[in-house]
């Protein structure tokens, strides 16, 4: 055997010895290159073949060639071993302990007020109204104007207006939807708006600069006070009880005419009156009416053909009446301890 044989062969070897004692895929990589890698050991042979005789070449190559073929199919066995080792290790530190008892979630819940929005929103669409929504910067034209309520009105000071310019204010109430849905459709309609509105007041127990209205409108032919009496009252009752008794009154807002507010009977002492009804036995839950002529002419609607009712109640209200809660601000204050108590 030639001298250059030999040298092969203890390269051959070495890199047998080496590759035992590889002990990851890194290792293996390096040892890769600097045995079998273009710039290798046995590819070191290859390159120096010029050097070699002619009568010699042809041993000298087979001998590279099978020292290759050697070394190759050693590293693959050894590569199959070291990524099963691989997968093995990770299985073993990554290994999560099924017995160990999960880490609490807690689930979250809805504010009492969308509660009650939604309880309001179900009844009503339970009777077949759409639910709209409309923004809360909104023109006096719609807030006021085309409510009957031109500038100077006196029914005007009754809301304590954020205004942004003489013409844009927050929305003091849901009504100016009655304007925007009524331009858009056409009778028969029948809505709820529910929404935020704003009010520039001073805060106390029953007052809040920001509230929820849910705002009511009916438009169709032949719309009378009685059908308004008989969807609130029944309103009502889903939300309150059936058992409740339901009081209409006359009020006066300027785009109803005749205008009503609605009051159920003192759940706290059963009419008899307390403190909670101010000692009238009743609780107003809402105002309405037939709407105006002129609202719903503002509007295109021809009030010798149609007719229609109104009604905007505040959930913030009927949620303290139904849950007896006594003071508005606790709704906004995010006080867990009070809002967890209607999870
Ligand atoms: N917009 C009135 C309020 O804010 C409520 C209302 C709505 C009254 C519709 C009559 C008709 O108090």
Redesign the pocket.
């Known amino acids: 055997m030639s001298q250059l044989q030999e040298q092969i062969n203890r390269v051959k070897e070495t890199a047998l010895e080496e590759l035992a004692v590889v002990t990851d895929l890194t290792g293996l990589d390096e040892w890769r290159i600097k045995f079998l890698g273009k710039k290798g050991e046995l590819t070191g042979f290859l390159r120096s073949m010029g050097a070699v005789s002619a009568e010699e070449r042809p041993a000298v190559g087979q001998a590279v060639n099978a020292a290759k073929v050697a070394l190759e199919s050693a590293v693959d066995e050894r590569a199959v071993v070291l990524k099963e080792a691989a997968i093995e290790s990770n299985l073993a530190s990554d290994r999560v302990d099924v017995t160990l008892p999960g880490r609490p979630v807690t689930p979250g819940y809805i504010h009492i007020i969308n509660k009650t929005l939604r309880d309001i929103t179900e009844s009503f669409t339970a009777m077949g109204f759409q639910v709209y929504e409309g923004p809360e910067v909104e023109l006096d034209y719609y807030n006021f104007e085309l409510l009957n309520m031109p500038p100077g009105h006196p029914a005007r000071s009754m809301h304590d207006t954020f205004y942004f310019s003489e013409s844009t204010l927050l929305r ?4 100016p939807n009655q304007i925007r849905v009524a331009e858009k459709l056409q009778p028969p309609i029948r809505i709820i708006v529910p929404g935020k509105c704003y009010r520039s007041e001073a805060t106390d127990a029953t007052h809040e600069f920001m509230f929820y ?1 849910c ?1 009511l409108m009916v438009v169709d032919k032949n719309v009378t006070l009685a059908d308004l009496r008989g969807t609130l009252a029944d309103f009502a009752r889903r939300l309150f009880g059936q058992e409740r008794k339901v009081r209409f009154r006359c009020d006066y ?1 300027p ?2 005419e005749p ?1 009503v507010d609605l009051s159920i009977d003192c759940g706290v002492c059963k009419g008899v009156g307390c403190r909670s009804c101010k000692y009238t036995g009743w609780l107003e839950i ?4 037939m709407i105006h002529p002129q609202v719903l002419r503002n509007v295109g609607i021809d009030p010798e053909v149609y007719s229609g009712y ?3 109640m505040g959930p913030e209200r009927i949620s303290m009446l139904k849950y007896g809660i006594d003071d508005i601000r606790q709704f906004y204050r995010n006080d867990l301890r009070f809002l967890s108590q209607f999870a």
């Open positions: 003091t109430h849901t009504s209205q705002e807002f785009y109803v205008g809402m105002g309405a009416g109104a009604a905007g």
